[in-house]
């Protein structure tokens, strides 16, 4: 499934695109588990200069996923800035759909916790290679982050596959009750 949205994204960056909404929500799963990028409502053309800014006005804005870069007030959205929301889909999927940084609202307190140092704790049915490529995709200076290419190779290279989780019934259960009809 990783594997799709990292073709998706390798695809947009040929185009010259930047989606700036990757998010488990933004992804459909179509006929054998083959995943589709999906809600272009915020992507952007990078034009020639390879960025995008952001023009804050009342465009509501997935904050949470964003790369560093894109929550400064002269937001730069890059193919990298991408990449920073995969390594967080990659991290709401290991925590079974969990929103990432609970409690954590407003631009200015997520961008100062990220500069901090501030990343996404491991997900408890996560490996610590799995959690490694997330902190790849997390690196504060995006010239730093893996791109889609990179992210997928190594997601294909994993002989486990990548997100195959080995979840006891009982913990889906206590996460997702299934109350009878």
């Known amino acids: 499934m990783m594997v799709g949205v990292c073709c998706g994204l ?14 488990a929500r933004n992804i459909l799963i179509c006929g054998k588990g083959t995943a589709k990028i999906a ?7 990078t034009y020639a200069v390879g960025y995008h800014r952001q023009e804050r006005g009342n465009e509501l804005l997935p904050l949470k996923w964003m790369a560093p870069e894109g929550l400064k007030n002269e937001a730069m959205f890059t193919h990298k800035s991408d990449v920073w929301s995969l390594g967080v889909l990659l991290w709401e999927v290991a925590q079974l759909g969990r929103t990432p940084f ?5 631009a200015d307190r997520i961008y100062d916790a990220l500069r901090n140092h501030f990343r996404l704790p491991m997900p408890q049915l996560c490996t610590e290679e799995r959690y490694q490529l997330m902190l790849k995709c997390w690196k504060f200076n995006e010239k730093r982050r893996p791109d889609a290419t990179t992210v997928r190779k190594q997601l294909e290279a994993d002989p486990n596959g990548f997100f195959y989780i080995n979840v006891p019934t009982a913990a889906i259960e206590a996460w997702a009750p299934v109350t009878p009809v």
């Open 39 to 45: 809600d272009f409502g915020l992507a952007r053309d």
């Open 10 to 23: 390798e695809h947009l960056a040929s185009e010259r695109l930047v989606h700036r909404d990757i998010a």
């Open 102 to 106: 609970p409690g954590m609202d407003g």
